[in-house]
């Protein structure tokens, strides 16, 4: 049997509030049942929450950094959400007609998302104005399947573009900020390879946002702990917000790295209640900008409206411990709004409160979805397939196909979210998906994960040359390269760097697309031709360099050709040209870049582009018919760690 063809539907309503959930919050406040009551009194009191509210928008163009309308987008996502909540709970259309109004105003005349902090401005207003929408289309509200429909073409056009590649860049805020709205859009667009693009970006990023480089370890430590108590708070939350509208969608993304969110939140709640014996591992960022060797002090105790939900999803849910989680809830209760701007939802007693008791209603698994996040990785003679768990699934069924669009038969059946296939062949491309069994019940097939056995194609093979400090691999999956890399490599230190190779034919063209993002703003990569794996090797390099700059946040790109003409001889930079807008942005290489090289005898030509369409020559070298020819992809971090970087072949 196979279940790939099978599509279902999302969870409706199914962001930060389901059904459920908003059943339970009208009753409860129908009831004046504590403490949701109170809650519900403080939500009502804010000026967002009413239905008089008068818009500050809409604009045509909004950004952050420098500001444009951002304060007043911020404001009216409030109020849009808030109205939509206030609907939901109290059944009066005032407030409906309140939210509608403004997703409609901004939704048929934002055009742009500006700025230097583009990512920021798109991925905190717009999730509140995304959850508003999900309401009020999964209502009988009366807004017209006409307007629901430029609101989603609104947010796939308009708001996901500015956030689609996350922000890799930055502290984990930022990616997390991103992480959550394109999860959200991706819902609400009922668009599966969006909401499964960023589970996977959640369990396997390769920035600072992804959960275990965020969370770096099981005692909790958050990447920004040594930075500020404020953007912590802020960047956990934001996972937490991810976690919750995945369980709405049957996944259980609470519970993956065995529980590496709630270990965060214990930890920062513990330091931020005045508790000084937390361990601290002095650590340096994915992006080689941020070091911290202990806790900050900044904004300690300063507790974020970020708490209720966690507390209840895993004390009452769950009926797991989290004892300083809960006394930071107990603390901030009744939650109030999450401010500043519109970083939080905020509002979690009234949100999120539940009871193993009386809400029996949100411990009944859903109806089986499918699986989701799905992260394939091959050594020389297995692949290890993990996903992240259904709710309520007693077991899990493993199909594999050789072949893109070809027939999937089982592969095995297993109880855990894992599954090791030892029956792999080198050099093919394998793809899985996974179903989820409950009840006798099996779920509608993931979308397939691809990997090449062995990690690469035939005849490719991957190693570190010279001293990377930190060891490298590279991962095919049949379209795009994941390359993790140590190393430093200029043309004035030892070659240190790692490769992913093949020969090179005596007449042939190879292209690659370097893709956005690297993880490190100091990454190089290119295209190189060597004569062999040592360090002192003849070599030829087309490669993106990120040259010195004042601002450490904006390096001098450039496209650089670097040649060692011996063996040991000195490296020589032989041309190069500075990088441009679409490929760099804000001095950030956000875009993609191609490069093409081309040998025809002796004669060896290297070409780039911004897409893949139009060539700009970078410069020409000689390389002799008897020397042996290596072509491949070089990467080197040029940190004290390593970097991800991603090329499609």
Same mark, same amino acid.
């Given at each position: 049997m196979s279940t790939s063809a099978q599509t279902p539907a999302f969870v409706h309503p199914g962001l930060l509030h389901s059904r459920e959930d908003l059943r339970r919050m009208g009753a409860a406040v129908a009831q004046q049942r504590s403490p949701i009551y109170e809650g519900f009194l403080v939500f009502k009191e804010s000026p967002f929450s009413h239905c008089d509210y008068q818009l500050k928008g809409p604009l045509r163009e909004v950004g952050r950094n420098p500001s444009i309308g951002h304060s007043d987008y911020d404001s009216d996502a409030n109020a849009a959400y808030q109205n939509a909540v206030m609907w939901a709970i109290t059944g009066d259309k005032r407030y409906a007609q309140t939210a509608i109004r403004i997703i409609d105003a901004w939704s048929d005349t934002l055009q742009s998302v500006i700025g230097r902090d583009a990512v920021l401005m798109a991925g905190l207003g717009p999730f509140k104005m995304v959850n508003a929408a999900e309401i009020m289309r999964y209502s009988d509200a009366g807004w017209s399947a006409a307007a629901v429909k430029r609101t989603e073409q609104h947010f796939l056009r308009v708001i996901y573009p500015v956030i689609a590649e996350y922000a890799p860049f930055a502290n984990g805020n930022w990616d997390d900020a991103a992480l959550k709205t394109v999860m959200a859009i991706g819902i609400f667009c009922n668009d599966h390879e969006i909401f499964e693009k960023a589970v996977r970006y959640y369990v396997n990023g390769w920035g600072n946002g992804s959960l275990t480089h965020y969370i770096i370890n099981d005692e909790g430590q958050v990447q920004e702990t040594g930075r500020d108590q404020a953007h912590t708070q802020l960047g956990i939350g934001m996972l937490a917000e991810c976690c919750e509208m995945a369980w709405h969608q049957g996944l259980d993304l609470y519970a993956y790295a065995n529980n590496r969110l709630l270990k965060g939140f214990e930890y920062t709640a513990k330091y931020n209640l005045g508790y000084n014996d937390i361990p601290y591992t002095p650590m340096i960022d994915r992006t080689g900008k941020y070091r911290h060797t202990r806790p900050s002090e900044a904004a300690r105790g300063k507790l974020r409206a970020v708490y209720e939900q966690v507390y209840n999803h895993y004390v009452n849910r769950m009926g797991l411990p989290a004892p300083f989680t809960k006394a930071a809830a107990d603390k901030l209760r009744p939650e109030g709004p999450g401010t500043p701007g519109a970083d939080h939802p905020g509002y979690g007693t009234l949100f999120y409160t539940i009871s193993p008791v009386i809400d029996k209603m949100d411990t009944v698994n859903f109806s089986v979805e499918r699986p989701a996040g799905l992260v394939l990785r091959a050594t020389t003679d297995t692949g290890l397939l993990t996903w992240v768990s259904l709710r309520g699934a007693s077991s899990y069924v493993i199909r594999r196909a050789e072949n893109k669009k070809g027939h999937y038969v089982k592969a095995g059946v297993t109880a855990g979210n894992f599954?090791?296939?030892?029956?792999?062949?080198?050099?093919?491309?394998?793809?899985?998906?996974?179903?989820?069994?409950?009840?006798?019940?099996?779920?509608?097939?993931?979308?397939?994960?691809?990997?090449?056995?062995?990690?690469?194609?035939?005849?490719?093979?991957?190693?570190?040359?010279?001293?990377?400090?930190?060891?490298?691999?590279?991962?095919?999956?049949?379209?795009?390269?994941?390359?993790?890399?140590?190393?430093?490599?200029?043309?004035?230190?030892?070659?240190?760097?790692?490769?992913?190779?093949?020969?090179?034919?005596?007449?042939?063209?190879?292209? #690659? %697309?370097?893709?956005?993002? !690297?993880? /490190?703003? $100091?990454? &190089?990569?290119? +295209?190189? #031709? %060597?004569?062999?794996?040592? !360090?002192? /090797?003849? $070599?030829? &390099?087309?490669? +993106?360099?990120?040259?010195?700059?004042?601002d450490i946040e904006a390096p001098q790109w450039m496209v650089q050709l670097m040649q060692r003409k011996q063996p040991g001889a000195a490296v020589a930079v032989l041309a190069q040209q500075p990088l441009r807008e679409p490929a760099v942005t804000y001095g950030r290489l956000t875009g993609a870049y191609w490069l093409k090289v081309t040998r025809s005898g002796n004669l060896i030509k290297g070409c780039g582009s911004y897409n893949g369409i139009d060539w700009e020559e970078l410069g020409t070298i000689d390389w002799p018919a008897r020397r042996a020819a290596l072509i491949g992809v070089g990467a080197a971090a040029n940190i004290s760690g390593s970097t991800t970087v991603r090329v499609r072949m």
């Open positions: 599954f090791r296939d030892s029956s792999v062949k080198e050099g093919v491309i394998f793809y899985y998906t996974v179903t989820g069994i409950q009840d006798g019940r099996e779920s509608a097939a993931s979308l397939p994960v691809s990997l090449a056995g062995g990690g690469l194609p035939l005849g490719w093979h991957n190693t570190d040359i010279g001293n990377t400090e930190t060891s490298g691999y590279a991962q095919y999956d049949g379209n795009e390269l994941r390359i993790e890399a140590g190393g430093r490599f200029t043309d004035s230190l030892p070659t240190a760097l790692n490769y992913t190779y093949r020969k090179l034919k005596k007449n042939e063209e190879v292209i #690659i %697309r370097v893709c956005p993002q !690297p993880s /490190s703003q $100091f990454t &190089a990569v290119g +295209l190189m #031709i %060597r004569s062999n794996q040592e !360090p002192a /090797s003849t $070599f030829a &390099a087309w490669m +993106l360099y990120p040259g010195k700059a004042k």
